[in-house]
């Protein structure tokens, strides 16, 4: 019985220095690399310069539309047409976006008198003639691209979105601006 703890003592013995001598290497070198680009690419801290790598030329990110005409205004207006039907889910998609982002600075009924004006420059009114007049697609730019203190509203309001506040834009310059026809409808004639 001695011999056979003996014989198990030794046996212990050897596994656990074969384990501690396995594990001395340096594997600064191993025998085969996978990947050495991977394995060899220089590690570079958040601020150093340099680690912010800007994208290949050409590439967009995935779900990103470019616009076209970010500096051809008058091209918006003339090339683009809004592709959204006026349906009532629509209007109420854009009513809920225009009073999530617009209403502050023009105001319930689009007059430019929104929560900041006391604080900031009077925004235009959205019920002027000159902003009737304009194309769909002339107020669909000023919200992708911006104008005057105005910020661009690109990265918050997708595009479809931006086109369903259109809608309701224009059913606010109709309800401060009816034409006869409105009337008439809403008469019932």
């Given at each position: 019985?001695?011999?056979?703890?003996?014989?198990?003592?030794?046996?212990?013995?050897?596994?656990?220095?074969?384990?501690?001598?396995?594990?001395?290497?340096?594997?600064?070198?191993?025998?085969?690399?996978?990947?050495p680009?991977?394995?060899?690419?220089?590690?570079?801290?958040?601020?150093?310069?340099?680690?912010?790598?800007?994208?290949?030329?050409?590439?967009?990110?995935?779900?990103?539309?470019?616009y076209?005409?970010?500096?051809?205004?008058?091209?918006?207006?003339?090339?683009?047409?809004?592709?959204?039907?006026?349906?009532?889910?629509?209007?109420?998609?854009?009513?809920?976006?225009?009073?999530?982002?617009?209403?502050?600075?023009?105001?319930?009924?689009g007059?430019?008198?929104?929560?900041?004006?006391?604080?900031?420059?009077?925004?235009?009114?959205?019920?002027?003639?000159?902003?009737?007049?304009?194309?769909?697609?002339?107020?669909?730019?000023?919200?992708?691209?911006?104008?005057?203190?105005?910020?661009?509203?690109?990265?918050?309001?997708?595009?479809?979105?931006?086109?369903?506040?259109?809608?309701?834009?224009?059913?606010?310059?109709?309800?401060?601006?009816?034409?006869?026809?409105?009337?008439?409808?809403?008469?019932?004639?």
């Amino acid at each position: 019985m001695k011999q056979f703890t003996t014989l198990n003592l030794t046996a212990l013995a050897a596994l656990i220095a074969m384990s501690v001598l396995s594990g001395c290497g340096k594997h600064e070198s191993p025998n085969f690399v996978y990947m050495p680009d991977m394995y060899y690419s220089p590690a570079l801290k958040a601020q150093e310069p340099g680690s912010n790598r800007m994208p290949v030329k050409g590439t967009i990110p995935r779900g990103y539309q470019p616009y076209a005409f970010a500096k051809n205004p008058e091209g918006a207006g003339k090339e683009l047409k809004n592709p959204v039907l006026a349906t009532a889910d629509v209007m109420n998609r854009g009513q809920a976006l225009f009073n999530t982002y617009c209403i502050v600075c023009h105001g319930p009924n689009g007059m430019g008198d929104g929560y900041v004006v006391p604080k900031m420059p009077r925004p235009p009114s959205l019920q002027s003639d000159k902003i009737r007049g304009w194309p769909d697609s002339s107020i669909y730019h000023v919200i992708t691209m911006g104008q005057n203190i105005m910020p661009s509203y690109a990265a918050q309001i997708q595009s479809a979105d931006r086109w369903a506040i259109i809608h309701y834009i224009r059913a606010l310059q109709r309800s401060q601006n009816p034409t006869a026809a409105d009337v008439a409808a809403a008469e019932g004639k």
